[in-house]
């Protein structure tokens, strides 16, 4: 048996909280999150339809951003694997814009240079790029160049091939990429704008 | 007749072709006048929301302050599209809710010359305007061949229900606006537990492993209640359920054939319209079969090209850099 002291060991943590990573994010996520509200009830992770495909549910990704574990956060394919369906956004029981806050983990970690290539984010960039360029997303460009990017996953796919033609004959869709929009340069003033409002 | 600025996306003009046919032919019917923005772009998706906040936004509130230029007499603006509808709400919630974040997005707005009131239009699904302007009354009344004996199921999928900013819809997991009006239509409603479950979204192309087990389970699930055909209110919903099922059904070595369509589609053949008019016919999984059962005849889609069969053996998973063999993973 140990030995009974009489000194006091008060509860709550040892050392001064630093929630400076976690106020980030709340800060860099648009309206408000309600981030720092998290409970760790796990209702999120529980209502995920692709939470098998995570390195870390949504719950644990709250309590590392508690814990300030910023490398491990940035490193976690988590946000990438959201499907931005919304679950958990509409059942968490402190309204934490969940979703939302998935897009900004996912800003932070191209920023940071924790993710430099991935089919999600050069998914997400290639899609982008027909959009400031054209005004509009092409798909079928989207389609074709992202599986070339990767042509490894569209191998292991079968009859990518006979879709991709299925999507012209069928669906009709027109090979060349879309009308450029009339106000093409005024778009890019505004994103330009936007992009130094961002890192301001 | 009632007008409305429209925002139609840029699948409806290449992978959702049928809908927007089928949309403008029942407008027409209902009396409901579409006035697309003139000039707008895409509104990203969830994929500029991925890379950069202020841009992702920045790009939504041109068309917001495209629409209120143009807003002359009506400030709703419909989208057909669910993910378009929702980054059309959302940037309007957030200017609202966030001042500051307005604040920079017009700033933002201001280099290309335009400015966007928030709050000042309301951003509503076409499904929505059916329901609540047109209403099921006059919906009934335009119906001249029910469609009874077609057993459907309503597939509402995530964006239009959630996350919901202004609280439109009778619930964010299973709201019936869509079995309401596929009733009224007189088609047999399947009550669908997996209504509003996800189609797998752009895991298609990032995750496909994540991206068929979505599919799977709810074509399985439509299949063993019976239905006849599963009805959508979103392109990638339809994208994602009808080009990718065969797909899935290679991977999980199943053969389902589940027809999709949108909603105005049924609509349309409801109110006696021609099926070519409705975009039948540019379906992936053919829903000839489906609708010859209530005795409409609708276009065969051109032959899919046969999957070239591999030759010779499987050729091994590469090598790691450690000289043995890689686990096969997509990350």
Not at chain 1, 46 to 54: H, N, R
Not at chain 1, 159 to 186: E, W
Request: overall charge neutral; charged content about 20%.
């Amino acid at each position: 048996m140990p030995e009974m002291t009489e000194e006091r060991v008060p509860a709550g943590p040892r050392q001064k909280e630093d929630l400076s990573l976690l106020h980030e994010v709340s800060a860099k996520t648009a309206g408000v999150s309600h981030v720092e509200m998290c409970i760790q009830c796990g209702t999120c992770g529980g209502s995920c339809p692709s939470a098998a495909a995570m390195d870390h549910t949504p719950r644990a990704i709250f309590a590392m951003l508690r814990a300030g574990m910023r490398e491990e956060v940035m490193k976690s394919n988590t946000p990438w694997m959201c499907v931005s369906c919304y679950y958990c956004t509409v059942r968490c029981p402190q309204e934490i814009h969940i979703t939302d806050v998935m897009y900004t983990l996912k800003n932070m970690a191209l920023k940071s240079g924790a993710v430099k290539h991935s089919t999600a984010s050069d998914f997400s960039r290639t899609f982008i790029n027909f959009v400031e360029n054209y005004g509009r997303s092409y798909e079928i460009g989207l389609a074709g160049l992202h599986n070339l990017i990767h042509l490894n996953l569209a191998l292991r796919l079968p009859n990518m091939a006979p879709m991709a033609i299925g999507m012209l004959t069928k669906k009709g869709m027109s090979p060349l990429p879309p009308k450029r929009i009339k106000g093409m340069d005024g778009l890019k003033k505004i994103l330009k704008r936007a992009k130094e409002l961002e890192s301001a | 007749m009632s007008e409305y600025i429209f925002y139609p996306g840029c699948s409806m003009e290449s992978s959702a072709k049928a809908y927007y046919e089928s949309v403008m032919a029942v407008c027409k019917t209902l009396d409901v006048k579409l006035n697309e923005i003139d000039d707008w772009n895409c509104c990203g998706a969830t994929e500029y929301l991925s890379l950069e906040r202020m841009p992702a936004y920045a790009l939504i509130a041109r068309n917001l302050a495209l629409a209120e230029k143009q807003a002359n007499g009506t400030n709703t603006v419909v989208a057909p599209c669910s993910a378009c509808y929702l980054n059309l709400s959302k940037a309007d919630h957030y200017m609202q809710e966030d001042k500051a974040f307005g604040k920079n997005i017009n700033e933002a707005l201001a280099a290309g010359g335009l400015h966007y009131t928030a709050g000042k239009l309301a951003v509503r699904h076409l499904l929505d305007v059916v329901l609540n302007d047109v209403g099921l009354d006059l919906v009934k009344a335009k119906v001249v061949k029910p469609l009874a004996g077609l057993r459907v199921v309503p597939y509402v999928g995530c964006m239009l229900p959630r996350p919901d900013y202004s609280h439109r819809y009778s619930d964010t997991e299973h709201p019936t606006e869509m079995d309401d009006l596929l009733a009224a239509l007189g088609a047999e409603v399947i009550n669908f537990p997996l209504s509003t479950a996800c189609c797998g979204g752009h895991m298609t192309q990032i995750g496909p492993d994540t991206a068929f087990e979505l599919i799977r389970r709810l074509i399985a699930s439509a299949d063993e209640a019976k239905a006849d055909v599963i009805v959508t209110l979103c392109p990638m919903c339809q994208m994602n359920l009808d080009a990718f099922q065969g797909q899935m059904n290679g991977y999980f070595k199943t053969n389902y054939q589940m027809p999709i369509l949108f909603f105005t589609q049924l609509m349309g053949i409801a109110f006696g319209k021609e099926p070519k008019e409705l975009g039948f016919g540019s379906e992936f999984v053919s829903a000839r079969a489906a609708m010859s059962r209530i005795g409409v005849k609708t276009p065969e889609p051109a032959a899919a090209p046969k999957a070239k069969k591999p030759e010779g053996l499987p050729m091994p998973p590469p090598l790691a850099k450690n000289g043995k063999h890689a686990k096969e993973t997509v990350k």
